[in-house]
């Protein structure tokens, strides 16, 4: 069975620009979780989705990220008007219900602003 | 806010050596506490598990204690080798939330 993905692995993008990525959670999940990890720093919770409605988005840092996931599967964390501060690599994990099991994690997305 | 402590912050032992991580949490009202492994430029892998109403747990080579009173867990690893350097994450799900607040990690390096 297939773990959580995302893509891109890596993405360079210049300040100010507009980035999505992808997280496609383990098959069956229902609770999919976006966390952001900065150098020599644990992963940061950013969002937390319970099928396809954000159940806690408490730990986005400003209104530049929003993330989606239409159909309770696939989820995109889009950031606007990216800054260099955003630089960071984006975790994504999903759970089967969410009810404080075990997450399991994708190999993250690598996220460098120019 | 829960505040997670990751004790020592890098570790460099021979092969064979047992080795103890320490984490430490300031809120005790936690769900459970996970032990999970980062590889450089990997995601993580969950190591272990342990709920609020136990004490520990093993799995191979590793074990893991808990105690919630004292908001303190150990990764207790067992003749360490070679592969099993990596950076080991603690975390924890509080009661007020599923978000997992993790430690800044351990980074450790078994030399042969």
């Known amino acids: 069975g297939a773990g959580v993905s995302q893509t891109p692995s890596n993405k360079v993008t210049e300040k100010g620009k507009y980035v999505e990525l992808r997280c496609d959670p383990i098959?069956?999940?229902?609770?999919l979780y976006w966390y952001r990890q900065s150098l020599g720093q644990g992963p940061e919770f950013l969002i937390y989705?319970?099928?396809?409605?954000?159940?806690?988005d408490s730990g986005l840092p400003n209104d530049r990220f929003f993330a989606v996931r239409p159909e309770g599967s696939v989820s995109t964390l889009k950031i606007q008007r990216t800054e260099r501060g955003d630089s960071a690599v984006y975790l994504c994990?999903?759970?089967?219900?969410?009810?404080?099991?075990?997450?399991?994690f994708g190999p993250g997305t690598r996220l460098l602003v120019l | 806010k829960q505040e997670v402590t990751q004790i020592p912050a890098a570790l460099s032992v021979p092969e064979g050596e047992n080795l103890v991580l320490n984490c430490s949490f300031t809120d005790s009202a936690i769900y459970n506490l996970q032990w999970f492994r980062q590889d450089p430029g990997k995601g993580l892998t969950s190591l272990l598990l342990?709920?609020?109403?136990?004490r520990e747990q093993t799995s191979g080579r590793l074990n893991a204690s808990l105690d919630k009173s004292s908001g303190r867990s150990t990764l207790y690893i067992a003749a360490s080798q070679p592969g099993d350097s990596a950076t080991y994450l603690c975390a924890v799900i509080s009661n007020s939330g599923y978000a997992l607040n993790f430690g800044k990690g351990t980074s450790l390096l078994v030399t042969p």
């Open positions: 994990a999903s759970s089967l219900q969410g009810n404080a099991e075990t997450q399991y």
């Open positions: 989705f319970q099928g396809t409605g954000a159940a806690d």
């Open positions: 342990i709920q609020s109403s136990q």
């Open positions: 098959s069956g999940h229902t609770a």
